[in-house]
């Protein structure tokens, strides 16, 4: 089905920068609880991200990433997630995070 540009344009996806990560051990698949910071405008987001097959949590920290920030938050456990971090998605169910070639300021905007 396809959206019209409308739509499109009502998904407001972010850069941000991850700042904490932890283990969820209480996700049904595996998962990690991430802290990141999308700027001023938009502030601190959590969210889950089933992206610990190709990824370690050192490894996460201060790297940049894409997010949706304007879907409603999402009950995941105990966890409120409050944002969807975007990536490509394996054959193997393995998700490659989307992120920008180069560092730029948290929050902008996606277009």
Known sequence: MDLTWSEFERTDMRVGTIIEVNDFPEARKPAYQLTIDFGAEIGIRKSSAQITKRYQKEDLVNRQIVSVVNFPKKQIGK????????????????????????KVENGLRIG
Not at 84 to 96: F, S
């Open 79 to 102: 966890f409120m997630s409050e944002c969807l971090v975007l990536g490509a998605v394996g054959e193997e169910g393995d998700v490659i995070l989307l992120a920008p070639d180069f």
